[in-house]
Each structure stands twice: as C-alpha cells, then as structure tokens.
C-alpha cells in the first residue's frame, strides 16, 4: 500500500524540490526563492511525499483574507495521477482554515492541464497578463476562486 503524506518544506527536501522546478518549469524559481518558503508564516509551502519520496509541492503567501497560489509542481513521472489536485485540495483546505476567504493565481496561458485543475477545483479565469513569464514572454491567465468557505474542515 502507498504511503501518501504532506510535509512542510524544509532544508531536507529542498533539494528535490530544486529538481521537481527545474524539470517542471521554464523559468524556474530560484534556490533562495525556496529557502525564503522555509518556516514562513506569510502562508504555507508543502511537498506531497508517496512512500516517503517527493513528488510535487505547492505553495501560497497569504495577502489579507486571499491565499494567492505561489507555485505547484509535480514531477514529469508521476503527473497525471491526481498528485497536482491532492496537493491544491490540502492547500485550499489550510488556507481556509487559517482564515483565507478566496484565492487566486497565475497561470500559463497555454498550460491546459493546470487551467482544467483548477476550473474543476472552482477557479475562473477573470483576467489575462500579457507577456507575463520572463523566458518567452508567454500570458499568464489569472484565476480566482472567490469562495473558500467550502474547503473549511
């Protein structure tokens, strides 16, 4: 059977959080960007572990009441597997716990599979940044999901 938790960033899963970016995302972030996530309490960065191995992560700063989703990946391997919707659900669910009444985020345009997540998870897109991601200049759709109290627990 698989054993499936959330943990906290931290020093020890940093690195394969490094390798899931950089596989994962054009312009990724930086290894400092990661570091600033440890132990944060402007909101949560979390990576999803299948028997005890990284396979994904996700994050959000909290801005008010709005948890603004800073970064999800899962990597190559394991995508399509449901890892990217476990990994949102326990975000939303935290967040609208800690308070958080709505969320948004940004994402490429031409990213299908992500915009399809989270349309079925309540987001709309409501905007479009032109020449918003620095390696190719590529629109960034930004997407709200403007009620949050359903993901209380």
């Known amino acids: 059977m698989m054993r499936v938790e959330m943990r906290p960033l931290d020093e020890g899963l940093l690195a394969p959080v490094l390798e899931i970016e950089r596989a994962s995302n054009p312009a990724p972030w930086s290894e400092a960007s990661f570091r600033a996530e440890i132990g944060s309490?402007?909101?949560?960065?979390?990576?999803?572990?299948?028997?005890?191995?990284?396979?994904?992560f996700?994050?959000?700063?909290s801005v008010v009441d709005e948890a603004h989703i800073t970064n999800v990946a899962v990597e190559p391997e394991s995508r399509r597997q449901g890892w990217g919707?476990?990994?949102?659900?326990?975000?939303?669910?935290?967040?609208?716990?800690?308070?958080?009444?709505?969320?948004?985020?940004?994402?490429?345009?031409?990213?299908?599979?992500?915009?399809?997540?989270?349309?079925?998870?309540?987001?709309?897109?409501?905007?479009r940044r032109r020449r918003y991601y620095p390696d190719n200049g590529e629109d960034a759709l930004v997407m709200w999901l403007y009620d949050l109290t359903t993901w209380k627990t």
């Open 41 to 56: 309490t402007e909101g949560e960065f979390l990576v999803l572990l299948v028997d005890q191995r990284p396979v994904g």
């Open 58 to 61: 996700g994050g959000y700063w």
């Open 85 to 127: 919707r476990r990994i949102m659900e326990e975000l939303l669910r935290r967040a609208a716990n800690r308070g958080m009444r709505c969320s948004t985020l940004e994402v490429r345009a031409s990213n299908h599979p992500a915009v399809r997540l989270y349309e079925s998870l309540g987001y709309q897109a409501v905007a």
